[in-house]
């Protein structure tokens, strides 16, 4: 039997440690707030505003609603930084994102939290091979997905995102053409499978999507058999047909809120869960699994390159602007046509 003192000894230790716990949690609160206030009056003393994409972190995505900014997918993200008279943009997201910004909007100042944050789409497809495929294949239209370098997209007919892909690719079968994809593997084969279009792909996957397990997802559905399961195109194909919803990641969020399904099991970064838990306050959001019995994962559906977003880092760009992206004038004036075409695409047109 404990005796009283020691209990009472241990209940002294216990609420010793949570009150130290609480106030460095205050602690901690009272400094994130001093920090969000300072950035806010950064960004109002650098006339800059916030364009950032659903899967950073839900902290970074608040505070560009806050602010008057963009949480977005990258094409919105896209249209909204070219659209804003803000002579700063702020790119909360990765590299590609960043060109993308500049590219558009040449006499803006294009700064990120850090250049660091790339992503495995845009690395799996260096420029020089990629040239290299293409001019084997020069008969055909080569069209690139959003995430891909500035020098990619100088080198494509047409940019895609994963919204307007298969729309853009039944125009150009409308117009006979037989197509090369890049780089996302997954992506390209959806796209190919809905439209029948001749497409050669290029081989390189999103390391968050490329996780998603069929056989734990199938395990996952039986403990909610109740569930929606909302698939973003990046992932295998095994993955997307289990699916009742494939689309990109506003397209999802649309379908969280429109389905009835009480709980939503959801294949891609779960950052998004911020706005689609805004469109569907009252379901449950369940990550899909990316791992199977006894495996580890490597991005455990968050993208390591987006998890370098950080308030501290954001604070620090505005302060110091070191972190700004710069293009080759030859390089931006080739890639704006084919992004260009995707922003002023029109379906059936």
């Given at each position: 039997?404990t005796?009283?003192?020691?209990?009472?000894?241990?209940?002294?230790?216990?609420?010793?440690?949570?009150?130290?716990i609480?106030a460095?949690?205050?602690?901690?609160?009272?400094?994130?707030?001093?920090?969000?206030?300072?950035?806010?009056?950064?960004?109002?003393?650098?006339?800059?505003?916030?364009?950032?994409?659903?899967?950073?972190?839900?902290?970074?995505?608040?505070?560009?609603?806050?602010?008057?900014?963009?949480?977005?997918?990258?094409?919105?993200?896209a249209?909204?930084?070219?659209?804003?008279?803000?002579?700063?943009?702020?790119?909360?997201?990765?590299?590609?994102?960043?060109?993308?910004?500049?590219?558009?909007?040449?006499?803006?100042?294009?700064?990120?939290?850090?250049?660091?944050?790339?992503?495995?789409?845009?690395?799996?497809?260096?420029v020089?091979?990629?040239?290299?495929?293409?001019?084997?294949?020069?008969?055909?239209?080569?069209?690139?997905?959003?995430?891909t370098?500035?020098?990619?997209?100088?080198?494509?007919?047409?940019?895609?995102?994963?919204?307007?892909?298969?729309?853009?690719?039944?125009?150009l079968?409308?117009q006979?053409?037989?197509?090369?994809w890049?780089?996302?593997?997954?992506?390209?084969?959806?796209?190919?499978?809905?439209?029948?279009?001749?497409?050669?792909?290029?081989?390189?996957?999103?390391?968050?999507?490329?996780?998603?397990?069929?056989?734990?997802?199938?395990d996952?559905?039986?403990?909610?058999?109740?569930?929606?399961?909302?698939?973003?195109?990046?992932?295998?194909?095994?993955?997307?047909?289990?699916?009742?919803?494939?689309?990109?990641?506003?397209?999802?969020?649309?379908?969280?809120?429109?389905l009835?399904?009480?709980?939503?099991?959801?294949?891609?970064?779960?950052?998004?869960?911020?706005?689609?838990?805004?469109?569907?306050?009252?379901?449950?959001?369940?990550?899909?699994?990316?791992?199977?019995?006894?495996?580890?994962?490597?991005?455990?559906?968050?993208?390591?390159?987006?998890?370098?977003?950080?308030?501290?880092n954001?604070?620090?760009?505005?302060?110091?602007?070191?972190?700004?992206?710069?293009?080759?004038?030859?390089?931006?004036?080739?890639?704006i046509?084919?992004?260009?075409?995707?922003?002023?695409?029109?379906?059936?047109?």
């Amino acid at each position: 039997m404990t005796s009283p003192v020691v209990s009472e000894e241990s209940q002294f230790v216990r609420d010793h440690l949570n009150a130290k716990i609480e106030a460095i949690s205050n602690a901690d609160a009272e400094d994130k707030s001093l920090l969000i206030a300072e950035i806010k009056q950064l960004l109002k003393q650098e006339d800059a505003v916030m364009v950032a994409h659903y899967y950073t972190e839900p902290e970074l995505q608040a505070l560009a609603e806050e602010t008057g900014g963009c949480v977005a997918d990258s094409l919105e993200m896209a249209r909204f930084g070219r659209d804003h008279p803000a002579t700063t943009l702020v790119v909360v997201g990765v590299k590609f994102m960043g060109e993308t910004a500049k590219i558009l909007s040449p006499e803006k100042r294009v700064i990120m939290p850090t250049l660091e944050a790339t992503c495995s789409l845009d690395l799996g497809c260096p420029v020089d091979e990629f040239s290299q495929y293409c001019d084997q294949h020069p008969d055909r239209t080569v069209v690139v997905y959003a995430n891909t370098s500035a020098a990619v997209k100088a080198r494509a007919d047409w940019v895609v995102t994963s919204s307007i892909a298969l729309q853009v690719v039944e125009h150009l079968k409308e117009q006979g053409e037989q197509i090369i994809w890049a780089p996302d593997k997954h992506l390209g084969n959806y796209v190919a499978k809905e439209t029948g279009v001749d497409m050669l792909l290029w081989d390189s996957a999103c390391i968050v999507h490329d996780e998603f397990k069929a056989k734990a997802l199938i395990d996952l559905k039986k403990v909610y058999p109740d569930a929606a399961i909302l698939v973003h195109p990046e992932s295998p194909q095994n993955i997307v047909d289990l699916a009742d919803e494939v689309g990109s990641t506003s397209q999802l969020i649309a379908a969280a809120k429109n389905l009835p399904n009480p709980q939503l099991i959801v294949a891609t970064d779960k950052a998004i869960f911020y706005k689609m838990q805004q469109a569907a306050p009252d379901k449950l959001l369940i990550e899909a699994p990316t791992a199977g019995n006894g495996a580890s994962c490597k991005s455990c559906a968050h993208c390591p390159w987006m998890a370098m977003n950080e308030l501290g880092n954001l604070r620090d760009v505005l302060k110091q602007g070191h972190q700004e992206i710069f293009i080759d004038e030859t390089v931006r004036l080739e890639a704006i046509k084919s992004l260009n075409r995707m922003l002023s695409f029109t379906p059936n047109k």
